[in-house]
């Protein structure tokens, strides 16, 4: 049974870090394109890191770039996103994603597994 787990989410200042974490179970990261998600309040869901599994290239949302990196650990079979520099802006649920059937181009009906998300909320 696949299954993504997050966690590493929480409340943090204007200018602070975060490092969210993915634990998958019941498959191999390596085998799937990955994703990060978030979705903010009366917001869709947008792609902020997506990783491709045949050339293991990731993608960043302009409004993230060169603040969040995407990394994973195969041993532990996790996925990371590491968050700097956080905006109020960036205040959203996180989501982590994994496509099964591969060709995901960061859009959410590419992904066909999904964790629970897990909230990050950055204010003063």
């Known amino acids: 049974q696949v299954q ?4 590493g989410g929480g409340l943090v200042q204007p200018g602070g870090s975060l490092r969210l974490s993915c634990a998958a179970s019941g498959f191999t990261l390596d085998d799937y394109d990955l994703a990060w998600f978030r979705q ?12 491709s599994s045949s050339d293991g290239s ?3 949302a302009d409004s993230v770039k060169g603040r969040f990196t995407s990394s994973r650990d195969n ?11 956080l905006k109020p802006e960036d205040t959203a649920v996180y989501y982590c ?6 060709g995901a181009n960061c859009r959410v009906d590419d992904y066909d597994y999904w964790g629970q998300g897990t909230q990050v909320t950055v204010s003063s």
């Open 40 to 51: 903010a309040p009366g917001k869709e869901r947008e792609g902020v890191s997506c990783i």
């Open 97 to 102: 994603a994994a496509d099964s059937f591969g």
């Open 58 to 60: 990731t993608y960043y």
């Open 75 to 85: 041993a532990k079979n996790t996925l990371y996103l590491q968050m700097n520099s």
């Open 4 to 7: 993504l787990v997050e966690s």
